[in-house]
């Protein structure tokens, strides 16, 4: 990369994004869709630098993890089967990703306020 290049990311934002859940509508079901389009993923976090972002996305996948860990065994206490909701929460983490604020795939994106 040269210089220029790098100074220019520099410049830019980045946005942490991940695939949107959705339910199917034959079943019911949660599933990952990951085939939408990159501007219809659900934007997670807005960061100075791809760094910051990355170390976003580390620490919502160990959080995603240990929430899949405590959801299997309340599951397995209860003798049941992991909630879908779960899994599919937890695969969406794995998918997360950073992207800069100037992609031209993002066009007309609207981002929402983290949820408190």
């Known amino acids: ?3 220029r ?13 991940l695939p949107p859940v959705h339910r199917r509508y034959y079943d019911n079901k ?5 085939q939408t389009s990159i501007r219809n ?4 976090g807005n960061f100075d630098s791809v760094t910051d972002c990355a170390k976003a996305i580390k620490q919502s996948q160990i959080n995603a993890q240990h929430q899949r860990e405590a959801d299997l065994e309340k ?5 049941a089967n992991i909630k879908d909701e779960s ?4 695969q969406a983490t794995r998918l997360m990703t950073c992207i800069p ?15 408190e």
């Not at 290049?5 to 994004?17: C, E, F, K, Q, S």
């Not at 993923?41 to 997670?44: G, K, L, S, T």
């Not at 899994?87 to 937890?90: D, G, K, L, N």
């Open 1 to 3: 990369m040269k210089a």
């Open 5 to 17: 290049d790098a100074a220019a990311l520099a410049l830019v934002g980045w946005y942490l994004i």
């Open 30 to 34: 949660p599933f990952v869709d990951k």
């Open 41 to 44: 993923w659900e934007v997670r």
């Open 75 to 79: 599951a397995a206490r209860m003798d």
């Open 87 to 90: 899994t599919a929460t937890f």
């Open 101 to 115: 604020q100037d992609d031209p795939r993002l066009k007309d994106i609207i981002v929402r306020p983290d949820p």
